[in-house]
């Protein structure tokens, strides 16, 4: 079931209904009911997969704490026999039990997430070094499934593991209350990836029913509908005709393609993000925000902090960090101050735990070679501009330009033709056509060929490119005014009639002018793959 | 502590270490920095602060960050 099929709202408005009439004691097992109900309705078969994921971690949870408690217990059983060393003993070799644990949890998760997403791309390269080689044997591929939403499931239940396995917080006893927290159903189509101490404060909560709340989120749905149906859905008639017949379009149809795809990209990841908000703000739970007007940033570090933040804070916390603090790594540093110096020494643990971190975000994000370079083509960009950082501020300092409009305007624009740039390797069919497209942009711009009828004959008229238009400088207003406040308690605070009229003039641009017509359920969302 | 004032300034010397106590909060200390930082203190003091203590509470101040290293020393 899609978020922007005719089914999907159904769906949603029943669940509304039902949630504030049953008694508040009902509303997070109904939720829990609607969630497996909305994965069944996708396929059967996903069950399957979430609800070893469920148990598993809820097991593995409640095991890890027992250990916990059991320490905690004989220290102070034993608290004036034991000396310090005895404690320091003891206490390591119960880290190493809860360690045993973690691990036979993370193995078997993540195990399943990467047999399921990686067994066809390994094949796919074993295939290609044979033929490197001269072999004629190939390997078949493997047909398997792939459960919705798997890779943000598997994440949000891992980072829950860990950080009971960290004491940050205790597991929770509930099962069903677990099975709720991975399985909650807005969240499975694109993340975000929610902590369960920020989620479940919330989540499990009893909800009456409050017109602001509810209108907030119903807003924040069709904001949501209003980027997916009038630009993301229109835009990528032409982003497919574009990419597929690159020998046709090149030069200035690259840069074209470029942008395009940033406003789709944009306009789909943010708009699934704001239904899953909205819906869940309608019920009055609050889901953990994934972008901060990512487009507004002035370099690219602060780009992956306002993009897709609950997958980079995910990835710092229980990737970058113990990686680059574990004790090989220290040792390493160490070594390597010793006898490379202390410039580039200090470098090493940022250096190596950045990589891995983007060669897995790469990976994460589809199990294919571009997905791979596109990662770590963010780390060299990332490394460069974090090596030329005293030159920035030099040149800041010697220029004046600090604070200017018109140079944060600049790095804006920068920031987002870069990243546009690097994310061309989601788009063409491999990695060597990207590096030749992107080259020949570079190359063979000549901005001459726009000016035909070209771009008339990308599937796209003259009344979409005006809709489009309209469209992005909607997006681009709200973002502005975003800055100082939400626009929805801007309306709020505004008299009724007209927060409604608003309201219903989104609704209404929605239907007219979303690229559907009867009969059709809505392109499915980029990140849903991942 | 003054040893590990020096390892702050060297990273962000236009911040004074006396008074500010939101350096993750006011996202003064990035993850870059604060990886630099650890592998300086592990140098220094001969303590490594693991995963779970990077929260900002522990980050916020210069303060925070010495109360952090003597409690691990501490437990060493």
């Known amino acids: ?530 | 502590m003054e040893e590990l004032l020096e390892i702050l300034r060297d990273l962000h010397p236009e911040v004074d270490y006396d008074t500010c106590d939101t350096l993750i909060d006011d996202k003064i200390l990035d993850s870059f920095d604060i990886v630099s930082i650890i592998s300086e203190i592990s140098e220094q003091y001969d303590v490594t602060i693991p995963a779970e203590d990077i929260i900002p509470e522990n980050f916020n101040s210069a303060q925070a960050l010495y109360e952090l290293i003597e409690r691990l020393s501490d437990e060493d």
């Not at chain 1, 949870?61 to 905690?72: F, P, S």
């Not at chain 1, 034993?78 to 993370?106: N, P, Q, T, V």
């Not at chain 1, 491999?430 to 000549?446: A, G």
């Not at chain 1, 309306?491 to 009724?496: G, M, R, S, Y």
């Open chain 1, 1 to 530: 079931m899609l978020f922007t099929s005719y089914s999907f709202i159904a769906f949603i408005s029943l669940l509304f209904l039902l949630y504030y009439i049953i008694p508040k004691k009902g509303q997070w097992p109904l939720l829990l009911f609607a969630s497996y109900l909305f994965y069944f309705l996708c396929d059967w078969r996903y069950l399957i997969f979430i609800t070893v994921t469920s148990v598993s971690t809820y097991l593995f949870g409640i095991a890890i704490d027992k250990v916990n408690v059991r320490q905690d217990e004989y220290i102070k059983e034993h608290k004036k026999e034991l000396s310090k060393e005895d404690k320091k003993i003891y206490k390591a070799g119960m880290k190493k039990k809860r360690f045993r644990l973690i691990l036979m949890c993370l193995v078997l998760n993540i195990g399943i997430l990467a047999v399921i997403k990686y067994t066809n791309f390994t094949i796919n390269n074993i295939n290609g070094i044979m033929h490197a080689f001269g072999s004629d044997n190939t390997i078949g591929f493997v047909d398997i499934i792939i459960p919705m939403g798997i890779s943000f499931y598997t994440f949000q239940s891992m980072g829950y593991i860990i950080d009971v396995y960290r004491g940050t917080y205790k597991p929770e006893r509930n099962i069903f209350k677990f099975a709720l927290f991975v399985s909650f159903f807005p969240q499975l189509v694109q993340g975000p990836i929610s902590r369960f101490n920020d989620l479940s404060k919330t989540l499990y909560a009893e909800h009456k029913f409050d017109i602001k709340v509810f209108t907030f989120g119903v807003q924040r749905i069709l904001w949501g509908f209003f980027k997916k149906l009038v630009i993301a859905d229109r835009i990528v008639v032409a982003i497919n005709i574009l990419k597929d017949n690159p020998e046709q379009y090149g030069g200035a149809y690259v840069f074209v393609l470029m942008m395009f795809y940033a406003f789709q990209l944009y306009a789909d990841f943010t708009g699934g993000i704001d239904i899953t908000i909205g819906v869940a703000e309608a019920m009055g739970i609050t889901v953990a925000e994934n972008f901060n007007r990512p487009f507004f940033s002035k370099n690219i570090k602060e780009y992956w902090n306002r993009w897709h933040i609950t997958m980079g804070t995910w990835f710092t916390d229980y990737i970058f960090y113990p990686i680059s603090v574990c004790k090989p790594m220290l040792k390493l540093s160490k070594a390597s101050r010793k006898h490379l110096g202390e410039v580039i020494g200090k470098r090493v643990p940022v250096y190596l735990s950045a990589f891995v971190v983007w060669f897995t975000t790469g990976l994460w994000h589809g199990a294919s070679w571009n997905f791979i370079v596109w990662g770590l083509m963010n780390f060299v960009v990332i490394m460069i501009s974090q090596e030329l950082k005293p030159l920035y501020v030099r040149f800041h300092n010697r220029f004046n330009v600090d604070g200017k409009r018109w140079y944060d305007g600049f790095q804006v624009i920068r920031t987002v033709l870069l990243m546009s740039a690097i994310r061309m390797f989601d788009v063409y069919r491999d990695v060597p056509l990207t590096f030749k497209m992107v080259w020949n942009m570079v190359t063979d711009f000549r901005i001459s060929s726009l000016w035909s009828s070209t771009m008339l004959n990308l599937g796209l008229d003259i009344a979409d490119y005006i809709i489009l238009f309209a469209g992005l400088i909607i997006l681009f207003t709200v973002s502005m005014l975003q800055r100082r406040k939400a626009v929805r308690e801007r309306l709020w605070d505004k008299p009724a009639v007209l927060n409604c009229f608003v309201t219903w003039l989104l609704l209404i641009s929605i239907v007219l002018f979303g690229a559907y017509s009867i009969g059709y359920d809505s392109a499915q969302f980029i990140y849903n793959q991942f």
